[in-house]
């Protein structure tokens, strides 16, 4: 069965960098493409990055746009967001999620939580 | 990438109709057939409900249906039962191949 794990999460002080993977089994990983999303504490879904099933084609939220890289590596089957210069607001548990192309995810993994204090 | 509009809450009792409604601009809803809908049950990860505007995914109930007219997309639930009652939310493809969502709204059954 489809199987999304995310890890990596944790808690970090503001400033610092923290990379998140994503596992996925249970399909074939190269045909899909990848999202990272994200919601706050009681806040509402926040779309975060996108990546084409090779890895050529990446968007972002212009709130983590020049923070956050999403990257993917198709022979492990993982997904990968590093986030960098880490912002008390950046506290939430993040989700990956797979799709079609143009879709916005039909898995989607449990979340891990990152929590950015001081 | 300003946030699509949903109305915070809605309700209904058990049995009846509801719809949310989740607008945008042509440079998302209104332009693309690329309007999803999730169910969120508090502390669990979001499930898709509708994809590309109004196709229900394997599994899904058919009192789950979609639609679109110009800038707003649409979701509406028949016969409310009690497990319906979590946050919903839409999102849509954009111009910039970016996504966004609906800020969510809460469904509550009486």
């Known amino acids: 069965q489809v199987q999304l794990v995310e890890s990596g999460g944790g808690v970090v002080q503001p400033g610092r960098s923290l990379r998140l993977s994503c596992a996925a089994s249970?399909?074939?990983?190269?045909?899909?493409?990848m999202h990272w999303v994200r919601q706050a504490p009681g806040k509402g879904l926040e779309w975060l990055a996108v990546?084409?099933?090779?890895?050529?084609?990446?968007f972002y939220a212009d709130s983590v746009k020049g923070r956050f890289t999403i990257s993917r590596d198709n022979s492990k089957n993982t997904a990968y967001l590093q986030m960098d210069s880490l912002r008390v607001e950046d506290t939430a548990v993040y989700y990956c999620?797979?799709?079609?192309?143009?879709?916005?995810?039909?898995?989607w993994g449990q979340g891990t939580l990152v929590t950015v204090s001081s | 990438q300003s946030a699509l509009t949903q109305p915070a809450s809605v309700s209904g009792s058990p049995g009846q109709s509801i719809t949310i409604s989740c607008t945008g601009t042509?440079?998302?809803?209104?332009?693309?057939?690329?309007v999803s809908w999730y169910q969120q049950h508090p502390g669990k990860a979001p499930k898709l409900m509708i994809y590309?505007?109004?196709n229900r995914p394997s599994g899904v109930s058919n009192r789950f249906s979609g639609s679109k007219s110009g800038n707003t997309a649409s979701l509406t639930i028949s016969g409310l039962q009690a497990e319906d009652e979590a946050d919903y939310y839409c999102?849509?493809?954009?111009?910039?191949?970016?996504?966004?969502f609906g800020g969510g709204t809460k469904l509550t059954v009486l």
């Open positions: 999620a797979r799709a079609p192309p143009y879709g916005s995810g039909d898995y």
């Open positions: 042509s440079g998302d809803v209104g332009g693309y057939n690329y």
């Open positions: 590309d505007v109004n």
């Open positions: 249970g399909f074939m990983f190269s045909n899909y493409i």
């Open positions: 999102i849509s493809y954009t111009t910039s191949a970016a996504r966004v």
């Open positions: 990546l084409s099933t090779d890895g050529s084609h990446k």
